[in-house]
């Protein structure tokens, strides 16, 4: 059993917003699915830490959840901020219950036992959120905590993952990484940064901190391992 992670996957089987267009993400979910197969086995786990399909409505997730489904591991799903068809998490249960789709667990103000550890984490929000956005700011940071307490109330190590960077070039969301200063969190893995962005991306310490950028253009398209 090992854990990976990854994020950003944009998958649009089902929808015709193919993200070929974008310097070195030509033919990313044939790549993606080679990867894939190549590392993972059936009782590993990947954590995906959002943006996960194009779809804008639940029910028009079924193309890229049935490329999720064939691909070897369970799967922990986190809300990115393109998952548009994102819903509450019985609606989103039902569906995967209704399709089959068992090897996919939403996480979603929960958390998820792993060995010694639990997953944890939320979708966050940008670093330099304007004033009119502080109430979906705040929500996350509830949601975050939420899912921290839920995690160490398991009596394991919350490994946090975020879709949004929580700290980015200069910038610092502070109401998020309070949080994770106040849980004592070691470890986090976030996505959402593409292209030129990833130039001021902060990898490595941060508060104690270890920071890891997992955009999948970033990982060549690679799950990352984080526990084997």
Not at 13 to 42: H, T
Request: net charge negative.
């Amino acid at each position: 059993m090992s854990l990976f992670v990854i994020a950003d996957m944009h998958l649009s089987l089902g929808e015709n917003k193919k993200m070929d267009k974008f310097s070195g993400w030509k033919n990313y979910e044939q790549r993606l699915q080679e990867n894939w197969n190549s590392i993972v086995q059936e009782d590993d786990t990947v954590v995906i830490a959002g943006d996960i399909s194009w779809a804008m409505k639940l029910g028009d997730t079924r193309t890229d959840f049935e490329f999720l489904h064939a691909l070897p591991g369970k799967k922990i799903l986190i809300k990115g901020n393109h998952d548009y068809w994102w819903s509450t998490k019985k609606k989103m249960d039902e569906m995967l219950a209704q399709n089959g789709f068992d090897d996919m667990l939403i996480l979603f103000n929960n958390a998820y036992e792993y060995g010694d550890y639990a997953i944890c984490g939320t979708r966050g929000w940008s670093y330099d959120c304007p004033a009119d956005e502080q109430t979906v700011l705040l929500r996350e940071v509830g949601r975050l905590e939420t899912s921290i307490k839920a995690g160490l109330a398991m009596g394991r190590e919350p490994l946090v993952f975020l879709h949004y960077p929580p700290v980015y070039g200069d910038y610092v969301c502070t109401e998020i990484m309070d949080v994770l200063i106040r849980y004592g969190i070691k470890r986090c893995w976030y996505g959402h940064l593409h292209g030129a962005a990833r130039g001021k991306a902060i990898i490595g310490d941060v508060g104690g901190i270890d920071m890891k950028l997992i955009s999948a253009d970033y990982v060549g398209f690679f799950p990352q391992l984080i526990l084997k």
